[in-house]
């Protein structure tokens, strides 16, 4: 079952904020993030873990609720770098493939 | 030295030919996949393979055929292609399967006319 991202699109200025949601209807075991560059490949951004954890990449940042089924990834004083596609992978045990979601356009502007 | 490397990086083909896409990774890893990305961004799993062996094939018309000589190496061929078949292909590997990280080659588009 695909994960459902949110929001599908989001336009910030340099400096603002953002947070994106990745939601699953299944218990969920770990969480992916990726930053897909336009014309470029997915690029790995962190993993979770079941067991709440929160990681930092850069000023990215994720979280992970078991319980919600969710993982959100906040992004705090974007930069340029920072637009993209982000996709959230999911899966509901270890040995399961990623499922990703459909992907959150995130445009940086000056 | 480029980790997962596909080629070609552009294919421009008519409907009902046949076209392979290679992919070869230098990184060590024991699993490689393709995954299809269409218009709308979506990233969907077509193929995985583990030690040459498919571990994972999706609903995937019999038209594609992947090929893993070794595990370092995995070529998709496809054949009597269709207009819904234009999409980028990315190739990918992982150290082990199941949810490891992945790293992705740079993608190869097919544009079917």
């Known amino acids: 079952q695909q994960p459902v991202q949110s929001p599908q699109a989001v336009i910030l200025r340099e400096g603002e904020d953002a947070v994106i949601n990745c939601s699953s209807s299944k218990a969920l075991y770990s969480v992916h993030w990726y930053r897909q560059k336009h014309g470029e490949a997915p690029v790995f951004l962190m993993i979770l873990l079941k067991g709440g954890e929160q990681k930092g990449h850069e000023k990215i940042s994720a979280s992970f609720n078991e319980k919600k089924q969710q993982s959100s990834l906040y992004l705090t004083a974007s930069q340029l770098s920072y637009s993209g596609t982000y996709f959230c992978g999911s899966n509901n045990n270890a040995g399961n493939m990623l499922t990703f979601g459909g992907g959150t356009r995130l445009m940086v502007k000056p | 030295d480029t980790a997962v490397s596909q080629t070609p990086k552009y294919l421009v083909t008519q409907m009902g030919n046949d076209k392979s896409i290679k992919c070869e990774q230098n990184l060590g890893h024991d699993t490689m996949y393709w995954y299809k990305q269409d218009s709308k961004k979506f990233l969907k799993i077509m193929f995985s393979?583990?030690?040459?062996?498919?571990?994972i094939n999706e609903t995937v018309p019999n038209r594609f055929s992947p090929k893993s000589p070794d595990k370092a190496h995995l070529n998709l061929h496809i054949n009597s292609l269709e207009l819904g078949d234009s999409a980028v292909y990315f190739c990918?590997?992982?150290?082990?399967?199941?949810?490891?990280?992945?790293?992705f080659g740079a993608g190869s588009r097919l544009t079917v006319l």
């Open positions: 393979y583990n030690n040459k062996e498919l571990i």
């Open positions: 990918a590997s992982s150290q082990v399967a199941g949810a490891n990280v992945l790293t």
